[in-house]
């Protein structure tokens, strides 16, 4: 069995007690795996200059090419930018693969769902391209908009720019249909608002049709986003491959981890060509750090997303069904995942772990 060393950066908040949950899980599948713990993000500001990316943790990244983060806290209004952007934008992970998907004892309104968000991870207004309001260069911008534009804009406004290229739409579209195609998905969605911004999002359509072309044996659609999100509240399973510009595919998301559960069991994939990041797609939840009540399904599902993508699909398999099996039993689960969130059976994040490990053990192969 091929040793694989890979970045553990265990994240802010309730990062710590999920990020040690999965690589427990992960370690309990029997794939080598040498583990570079690098800290980053809120905690480590202080005694590096203010950066929460270090310079370490990027090059341990570079060099081993597969990290799993805990979640990273970023500030509402003010102070640093995410993070979790800077990272995409310096590794260049332009596709993250979000998939959604229920589990038999999962509470929800729904069942049978298999869906995937591929979201464009570094264009769009989530490049995060603004100017504050009030500012010469703001103030600049809005002139030469209202000269050129024909409209005019309030001289009050923070202004941000929304840039879709043809290049990332074509790379983030190939990179969805090869997915697709690899692990036997029957269709993609474009999803868009063409139908009102013609040289962004009206780009993104144009370039996914001839994309959609190169892969004629995977079906193709588009839809409005807004039109999205109603379809995916009604027809769920209608769908199956979404492929959504940064900020869109961010929003909807979170409205397909809402139709399996929640964000407690929503795992993503951080990809590019050299580089790939798997991470929880929630929060750090700063308020509950400390506590051992965090859900850390979302982070070892994010495990098996990383299995996969190092090559480990036998392990990979193994550690899902050691997940699914203790969420239809029931019992060792968090508070999240009962019927009633106050239920005194509710376990802590340890004891998850604890649970899925020892479903592993139970169903190791024998030699």
């Known amino acids: 069995m091929a040793r694989h060393t890979v970045t553990l950066i265990p994240g802010d908040g309730v990062g710590p007690e999920v990020s040690e949950a999965a690589r427990r899980a992960i370690d309990a599948t029997g794939v080598d795996i040498a583990w570079e713990v690098h800290a980053a993000g809120l905690g480590v500001m202080e005694a590096n200059n203010g950066d929460p990316m270090p310079q370490h943790v990027l090059d341990s990244i570079r060099r081993n090419r597969v990290a799993i983060k805990g979640p990273l806290t970023t500030p509402v209004g003010t102070g640093i930018r995410s993070v979790n952007v800077a990272l995409r934008r310096d590794l260049d992970l332009y596709a993250l693969v979000r998939p ?56 009050d406004s923070g202004i941000s720019i929304k840039p879709i290229s043809v290049f990332g739409t074509m790379r983030v579209f190939r990179f969805a249909f090869r997915w697709a195609k690899d692990n036997g998905r029957r269709k993609v969605t474009a999803v868009h608002k063409a139908n009102i911004m013609k040289h962004t999002d009206g780009l993104w359509l144009r370039v996914a049709r001839e994309v959609a072309g190169e892969f004629p044996e995977i079906e ?24 959504m510009p940064n900020l869109y595919g961010d929003i909807l998301s979170d409205l397909c981890a809402g139709l399996v559960g929640g964000l407690g069991l929503a795992p993503g994939a951080n990809t590019g060509d050299e580089f790939a990041v798997f991470e929880a797609t929630h929060g750090s939840a700063p308020r509950y750090a400390g506590q051992n009540k965090a859900n850390p399904m979302a982070m070892m599902l994010s495990g098996v997303l990383m299995l996969r993508h190092l090559d480990e699909r036998e392990a990979a398999m193994r550690l899902e069904n050691a997940i699914a099996h203790v ?41």
Not at 134 to 152: A, K, N, P
Not at 329 to 339: H, L, N, P, Q, S
Request: hydrophobic share 40%; with cysteine.
């Open 327 to 367: 969420i239809a039993e029931g019992r060792d689960v968090t508070y999240d995942m009962k019927a009633d969130r106050d239920d005194p059976t509710a376990v802590g994040t340890s004891q998850v772990a604890d649970a899925v490990v020892e479903q592993l053990e139970r169903d190791a192969p024998s030699d």
């Open 100 to 155: 959604c998907k229920w589990y038999p004892g999962v509470r929800s309104r729904f069942e049978d769902i298999d869906l995937v968000v591929v979201r464009e991870n570094t264009e769009d207004l989530y490049a995060g391209i603004e100017f504050a309001e009030g500012m010469d260069e703001t103030l600049e911008l809005i002139d030469t908009i209202s000269r050129l534009g024909g409209r005019t804009i309030r001289r």
């Open 220 to 243: 193709f659609e588009d839809r409005i986003v807004d039109n999205m999100a109603m379809q995916l509240v009604q027809k769920p399973e209608l769908y199956d491959v979404m492929v």
